[in-house]
């Protein structure tokens, strides 16, 4: 006992035990090796136990995922519906056929199961969208083979193809290597190349195309090009597209470059859409475009004067199917180009001027008046207006519903006054407007004159709350911006409750 009620100082002590002591240490020692011993035992028995459930708890995971598999709805699902879920899941997807991946569509989906990969496989359009970014020849090598796996799966379905170079050097007969041995399968074709590669088109037969209905090219810029009347992109003569039956979508981008947009020999009658983008184009050359695409929806384009005037007693060129246009061009090139055309069906027209001059809207006013369109959405830009001449643009067109102002000066005071009516029972300028955007280059317009314009439009305030009025939609939103001018506190206290209510509302430089 003596040992025992000694035995915390003896071991938190340095002096050595005595014999009696170390005995009956020693006798515990022994005790605690044979429980170590035994607890050691019952461990690895335990991690043993462990290891078997773990097992077991593995294989019985298993099967549940299998049973559940089995019982779950997706099972149940027609091929017919996986396919639309598949189309669904690859509806942006474009496969990079240089580096094709396995876990994107459409190869991850052919590696779900069995049954899901033969509903993969069997789904043309899932092969369709394909690109293509070319750097050597080793590359169209290797593009080649896959593409002739790719079509194997795409059966019949037209074809989607982007082709565009990594690098600047211009690999030999591109398109005639990459393009032509496929063309009969082609709906789609966007190419990104040097310019001068477009010319070898010409090479191409006739038949070609049978099958394509849309063409994006992306060019690079030509410096010093001096042919008359613009840049051939390719031979009028032997090109193919003008035999291409179904061609509807035509966009061309040559930056900063003219081209000689009758050379491109389309075939303009069946033309739905023509945009140009940063193209150069002579407005003569447009005009007479327009006289032989007239089943054209929409179209943008650059424009820049040739110094040939029509004459006063020119023909009219009726757009009776256009409903979008985007000119950008010349002040008085504009309007020689308004004064030759009637757009019945318009709804977008978008005017931007360069370089930034004054403009006269009466060529405009005279367009929407002779062709008796009902406009919906009108932007103008880089222009310098009279007040006077604006509104009466405006009055021309009650149906507006957006109004897009970017750019513009006005050569006199806040014209949002000369918009905003008088009294309750007035109705104002554009009844039907919803958005407008007001981006002038300095500010004309005062935060009071926005917040009676608003009030009119939908958001009456004080007495008025309660009293729309009749025929007048409610203004949904509001951008005002300028690059010169300040936004005090006053623009707060005058604006924010707009705000608050629920108008989409903002202001500030830009």
Known sequence: MTVMHNLEMILSSNIPPTRDEATSVKGLLDGEATTLSALLEDIAHLQNRLHILRERYQDSHAKVQRYQAVLSPVRLLPPELVRKVFLLCTEESVTELMTPLSNTPPLSLAQICSGWREVALATPELWKNIAFRGDSTNGIANFKNLMQLWLSRCHTTPIALTLSLQSQTAIDNLLLDVVAPYSTSIETLELHLETALFAAFADFPPEAFPRLRCIRFYGTRVENNTSRGGLCLWDPITAPFQFAPQLTDVFVSIPETKINLENLNLPWSQLSSLHLAETIVTSTAFLRILAAGSNL???????????????????????????????????????????????????????RLVPHE?????????????????????????????????????????????????????????????????????????????????????????????????????????????????????????????????????????????????????????
């Open 358 to 510: 004054v403009w006269y809207p009466d060529a405009l006013i005279q367009l929407v008046s002779r062709s008796q369109c009902h406009l919906d959405r009108l932007s103008l830009s880089g222009l310098s207006v009279d007040r006077e001449g604006f509104i009466a643009l405006l009055n021309e067109m009650p149906t507006l519903q957006m109004l897009d102002v970017m750019f513009v000066s006005f050569l006199s005071d806040d014209v949002l006054d000369f918009m905003t009516p008088v009294s309750l029972y007035e109705i104002p300028v554009l009844p039907l407007l919803k958005v407008m955007k007001w981006r002038e280059i300095s500010l004309q317009c005062s935060s009071e004159s926005i917040r009676q314009f608003i009030i009119s439009r939908g958001w009456p305030v004080g007495e008025q709350v309660g009293r729309a009025r009749p025929n007048v939609n409610r203004l949904e939103r509001m951008i005002i911006k300028s690059t010169v001018g300040h936004f005090g506190s006053d623009w707060m206290k005058n604006l924010e409750e707009f705000r608050f209510r629920g108008l989409d509302l903002c202001y500030g430089v830009h």
């Open 297 to 351: 929806v929409s179209c943008s384009v650059r424009c820049v004067s040739e110094n040939v005037t029509t004459s006063a007693d020119s023909d009219i060129i009726t757009l009776p199917f256009l409903t979008s246009l985007s000119l950008f061009m010349e002040a008085g090139n504009l309007a020689e180009v308004l004064r030759n055309i009637s757009i019945p069906a318009i709804k977008t027209l978008s005017l």
